[in-house]
């Protein structure tokens, strides 16, 4: 049972990256999938979520209309299209899973992700 996060890298401010979140061992369909980011010397938070169907999502107020969560099951994968990126979204971003909606509290999640690094310069 694995979660793989991928996709991040050094981006300039205004630009945009999408990560990826892929499962292998489980499907990934069954369960609603977050993503959690944690910045040098700040605890992790939630970003985003999304249902298992992909038609409700949740995102918190610093990355409204900038964020978007997606999910292709058919792909066992979901995605966090990052755009208008400032230096206040450099982290470390986390895809988590758990049976359940969103929770900010990370022990409620079953399975996460290494993390992969955000970096945006100013």
């Known amino acids: 049972v694995q979660l793989q996060a991928s996709g991040g890298g050094l981006v300039q401010a205004g630009g945009s990256l999408r990560l990826s979140c892929a499962a292998s061992?489980?499907?990934?369909?069954?369960?609603?999938v977050a993503w959690f980011r944690q910045a040098p010397g700040k605890e992790r938070e939630g970003v985003s979520c999304?249902?298992?169907?992909?038609?409700?999502?949740y995102y918190v107020d610093s990355v409204k209309g900038r964020f978007t969560i997606s999910r292709d099951n058919a792909k066992n994968a979901v995605y966090l299209q990052m755009n208008s990126l400032n230096p206040e979204d450099t982290a470390d971003y986390y895809c988590?899973?758990?049976?359940?909606?969103?929770?900010?509290?990370?022990?409620?999640?079953?399975?996460w992700g290494q993390g992969t690094q955000v970096t945006v310069s100013s």
């Open positions: 061992g489980f499907t990934l369909n069954s369960y609603r």
């Open positions: 988590a899973v758990r049976d359940l909606w969103y929770s900010r509290n990370e022990r409620d999640y079953a399975y």
């Open positions: 999304i249902n298992r169907r992909g038609d409700n999502t």
